[in-house]
């Protein structure tokens, strides 16, 4: 339990014990009572997990996911979620992400010329969208594309000039 939690862990509970002790004094504030005895006693509970143990716990549950080769997100660009839980690699979206990462990596073109000619080729992203520099940053970025490297390349690959070892670039 962090410290926050903890101090109003023991603030609640003084203030509940004096409400008590004090029962005669308060009559006349009878929403105060009922206010500080609706108070959420989560934080009274010795299992209550503060925001940043959710968190750490969470970062791990997914490392756990990813490491798996499970479904870890609604969609990811590059990936195909599979029925069985688990995800693929897209390999129509993973030759467009090398062609990405090559004209932002070699080519030292920006991310917003890389959205600007995504976009005129009539590119979308995995949810339909246009392409920002944002959004061309995050996927370009996105370490998780190296394990693609755990799943056989289709015969195709390899045949363009930007199809180059991931860990090359970047």
Avoid at 140 to 159: A, L, M, S, V
Wanted: some cysteine.
């Amino acid at each position: 339990m962090d410290k926050r939690m903890k101090k109003l862990r023991e603030g609640i509970i003084k203030l509940k014990e004096y409400l008590i002790a004090e029962d005669y004094y308060f009559k006349d504030y009878k929403d105060l009572k009922n206010l500080v005895a609706a108070l959420d006693e989560t934080c009274l509970d010795d299992k209550y997990i503060s925001r940043s143990e959710m968190a750490r716990r969470t970062r791990v549950a997914m490392d756990k996911l990813k490491d798996s080769g499970q479904i870890f997100t609604s969609s990811i660009f590059g990936w195909d979620n599979v029925v069985d839980g688990t995800v693929k690699p897209n390999w129509e979206e993973q030759d467009l992400i090398d062609y990405m990462r090559y004209l932002y990596y070699k080519d030292e073109r920006s991310a917003s010329y890389v959205a600007k000619k995504m976009n005129k080729s009539g590119t979308l992203g995995k949810r339909g969208g246009k392409w920002t520099a944002a959004s061309v940053l995050r996927v370009i970025r996105n370490e998780y594309h190296i394990n693609r490297n755990r799943y056989k390349t289709p015969e195709w690959w390899g045949d363009s000039h930007y199809h180059v070892d991931i860990l090359m670039l970047g």
